[in-house]
T-cell receptor, first 110, second 114 residues
Framework: AQRVTQPEKLLSVFKGAPVELKCNYS??????LFWYVQYSRQRLQLLLR??SRESIKGFTADLNKGETSFHLKKPFAQEEDSAMYYC????????????FGGGTRVLVKP | DAGITQSPRHKVTETGTPVTLRCHQT?????MYWYRQDPGHGLRLIHY???????DKGEVSDGYSVSRSKTEDFLLTLESATSSQTSVYFC?????????????FGPGTRLLVL
């Protein structure tokens, strides 16, 4: 069965510092990988997905199939980046059902 | 926000009582999902629906049932609530079942089972 692991439960960084959220997955096929974000008192929303290869709010993520990772990075963290971040995977053979990691809470200090 | 509402938003109930949570969407999306969110576990899929009267089990379906009699409504029922079902429940919708399609989430229902 597929699995998504986010090893850090909490990341605390200072404003302007780089931030990297780790995501590792286990799945033998071709996965679709996502990052979802939940800001305080807001709904969970899509941040980015690997197939789009886009940068959203300064965040990027590269799918590394060799290391089975999809780490999320931002070179200069902002206070508004403080949120809960979830890495998620869907399998092409199983429709659009998502498997989530346990989440990483990011706290950006002024 | 996508047109997704959940009711109730908060509920406290006692062990052994039935509970029904409602997800309502105005987007006319065919696909709907129920997840539960627990610390350390992220979100886990409970049940999902590919259309009216077309539902299937997810990863953690024991103790839950669902119904979808209309495109816009997806109901999650806890037949006999247990303390282990204390959680935050999220409904999500998507336009298609294509892997990679964005899911849009509701605001969540916080359920406490005493």
């Amino acid at each position: 069965a597929q699995r998504v692991t986010q090893p850090e439960k909490l990341l605390s960084v200072f404003k302007g510092a780089p931030v990297e959220l780790k995501c590792n997955y286990s799945y033998s096929g071709s996965p679709e990988l996502f990052w979802y974000v939940q800001y305080s008192r807001q709904r969970l929303q899509l941040l980015l997905r690997h197939i789009s290869r886009e940068s959203i709010k300064g965040f990027t993520a590269d799918l590394n199939k060799g290391e089975t990772s999809f780490h999320l990075k931002k070179p200069f963290a902002q206070e508004e980046d403080s949120a809960m971040y979830y890495c998620a995977l869907s399998r092409r053979a199983a429709g659009n059902k998502l498997t989530f990691g346990g989440g990483t809470r990011v706290l950006v200090k002024p | 926000d996508a047109g997704i509402t959940q009711s109730p938003r908060h509920k406290v109930t006692e062990t052994g009582t039935p509970v029904t949570l409602r997800c309502h969407q105005t987007e006319n999306h065919r696909y709907m999902y129920w997840y539960r969110q627990d610390p350390g576990h992220g979100l886990r899929l409970i049940h999902y629906s590919y259309g009216v009267k077309d539902t299937d089990k997810g990863e953690v379906s024991d103790g839950y049932s669902v119904s979808r009699s209309k495109t816009e409504d997806f109901l999650l029922t806890l037949e006999s609530a247990t303390s282990s079902q204390t959680s935050v429940y999220f409904c999500a919708i998507s336009e298609s079942r294509t892997s990679g399609e964005t899911q849009y989430f509701g605001p969540g229902t916080r359920l406490l089972v005493l």
